[in-house]
């Protein structure tokens, strides 16, 4: 059932639906809505695995592991350094205040607050139980 506001008055006809004019047409080159800007280069020695959270905030692997945290203007904020050695295969930093990190290699999560300070781990462990084949 449509809304109140979207049926029109009586005695009137409601105006054509025309595309906003940011659409291209069939054989338009389309608008530029939007350009990238470079801000800031940051050289890192063979970056791993990055994620970018909500408000520009990036959070990027670097060859030791370590987790940096890079403003959206491309200013360096803090770095996150393991005490034990382990391989980051998974950053998530979409939630502004709890960004999670994966070792694979440990098989570990730990999420870090919005200072990249460690709030919490959690460590998997999975153990095998070898049963007897049955009787035949």
């Known amino acids: 059932m449509p809304t109140p506001a979207s049926v029109a008055p009586p005695g009137q006809q409601p105006a054509p639906a025309q595309a906003p004019s940011s659409v291209a047409k069939p054989g338009e080159t389309p608008p530029a809505i939007a350009s990238w800007t470079l801000v800031r280069s940051v050289a890192l020695p063979r970056p791993g695995v990055a994620s970018l959270d909500r408000r520009g905030t990036l959070y990027v692997a670097d060859a030791q592991n370590n987790v940096h945290q890079y403003g959206p203007d491309g200013q360096a ?60």
């Open 77 to 136: 904020l803090n770095t996150y350094s393991p005490p034990q050695p382990g391989h980051v295969a998974q950053i998530e930093a979409w939630n502004t205040t709890k960004v999670l990190v994966f070792y694979d290699d440990r098989q570990e999560l730990l999420m870090l607050d919005r200072f990249a300070a460690p709030s919490a781990n959690l460590t998997y462990w999975i153990c095998w139980k070898v049963l007897p084949a049955p009787p035949r």
